[in-house]
Structures are given as structure tokens and as C-alpha cells.
């Protein structure tokens, strides 16, 4: 349960302070900052994304999910391993960009390697075409990771393999969905995978911006890597 002081006005006032940070150093100070009460505070929000994502992966996977090997790229405190490792997913490798959050993440257990990695600064710190499942959840969206990011999720991708990604379809997120979905389309033209799954939901997370109320819509999106 969450304490007393994590109420929903005092989540919404700390996410939107990192909303002034406009350089990547203070982007990563405030995920620092924040790592002790994420899990707490996004709770709060009643936060479905690493959930959906995994039941989506789960519902087209057929493969051995013990063996499996699933890079979970911004992968926060462990929410997604979580979520996936009750689903039989076994074998995971992480990546974030802040050290307090991977802390927090190699508490847990959960997980086999985990790498510190600034994304969209460069390739990813893991080998080509070497992961079963590449998901990325919640770090797809305006002011966070760029959307050149996905092609590095396909590069990681093995041929027949599965990539999940996640994004707010609210207001404030629009722009960067509809390049994000420009981009997915791109790849699929380029015959670089194809589109398995794109689910939409209307409860995705309670708002947090001064101009929206109730609950914010999201989407989950599934492709499978087709070449290599």
C-alpha cells in the first residue's frame, strides 16, 4: 500500500516538476530522486502499463518462456519483469538510465544482467538479434526517449522474435504518437518486422497534467522481427 504522503495530488506535483527538466543530466537526477518511491507513487496512479504489455507479449508468445530471454529496455525498478516472470518468463536483461533505479531493480533478483545505458545516446550495450522478447514500457513519449529508439529494439530483436512498446494516446502526447506510429509503419514498409497486435486502451493511468481529469487513454503495440 501506499503511505499517507504518496496521495495523488503529491504524485502529480512531483511528476510534473520533471516536467522543467530540459537537459538529460536533470532528466536522470529526477529518476534518481524518484527511484525509492516509484513503485509507491505510480500505484497511485493505478499505472496498467507493464501489465497490458506483458499479457500482450504472453498472448502471441508460444515459444519456451523459461528459456526465453527478454531485454527490458527502460526498465525503471522491475515493474514489466514482475508482471511477466508470473506469466513463466524467466531469463531477463535490463537497461535504464538511472543507477538509483537499477539499484532498486538488482534488489529484486529478477534479473540476470542489467546495463546503464542513456538512451537514444547510441546503439544499446547488448548484442544484435540476440533477444526472444524486447519490450519498452512507458519511456515512449514527448520529452523522454526518442523515437529513433525502435529501431534499436528490432536490432536486438532475434528473427521471429517479438518487440513491445507502449505510449500515452492523451492529449499531451499526441504529436510524439504519431511520429512514433510513423516510424512503426516505416520499418514495416522496409520489411523490417511486421504489426502483430496494437491494442488501445481508455484506463491506461490516472492524469497528471493541470489540464486533464480522470483517467488518460494509452496504447500497446506488438511486432514480430523479420529479418535480421
Not at 538511472?98 to 545516446?121: F, H, I, P, V, W
Not at 502526447?173 to 510513423?182: I, T
Request: aromatic share 8%; glycine share 8%; proline share 2%.
Amino acid at each position: 500500500m501506499a503511505s499517507t504522503t504518496n496521495t495523488l495530488e503529491n504524485v502529480k506535483a512531483n511528476i510534473l516538476s520533471a516536467h522543467k527538466s530540459t537537459t538529460l543530466a536533470e532528466k536522470v537526477d529526477f529518476y534518481n530522486s524518484w527511484a525509492e518511491n516509484y513503485d509507491q507513487d505510480v500505484a497511485v496512479l493505478e499505472y496498467r502499463a507493464p501489465s497490458l504489455a506483458s499479457n500482450c507479449v504472453s498472448s502471441h508468445f508460444s515459444g519456451d518462456r523459461g528459456a526465453a530471454v527478454v531485454l527490458d529496455v527502460a526498465c525503471g525498478t522491475g515493474l514489466v519483469a514482475k508482471q511477466m516472470k508470473k506469466l513463466g518468463f524467466g531469463h531477463f536483461v535490463g537497461i535504464d538510465g538511472s543507477e538509483a533505479m537499477l539499484e532498486l531493480t538488482r534488489e529484486s533478483g529478477l534479473y540476470q544482467d542489467l546495463k546503464q545505458c542513456m538512451l537514444g545516446e547510441g546503439p544499446l550495450p547488448v548484442e544484435c538479434g540476440s533477444f526472444d522478447v524486447v519490450v519498452i514500457v512507458g519511456a515512449l513519449s514527448d520529452g523522454q526517449v526518442p523515437v529513433g529508439v525502435v529501431r534499436e529494439l528490432c536490432k536486438c530483436t532475434k528473427l521471429g522474435g517479438y518487440v513491445c512498446m507502449t505510449t500515452r494516446r492523451n492529449q499531451d502526447n499526441l504529436e510524439y504518437k504519431e511520429a512514433l506510429e510513423r516510424e512503426l509503419k516505416q520499418m514495416e514498409a522496409d520489411g523490417l518486422w511486421t504489426c502483430v497486435e496494437v491494442s488501445e486502451v481508455e484506463d491506461w493511468e490516472r492524469a497528471v497534467s493541470e489540464h486533464e481529469d480522470g483517467y488518460i487513454p494509452g496504447v500497446v503495440y506488438l511486432y514480430k522481427r523479420l529479418q535480421l
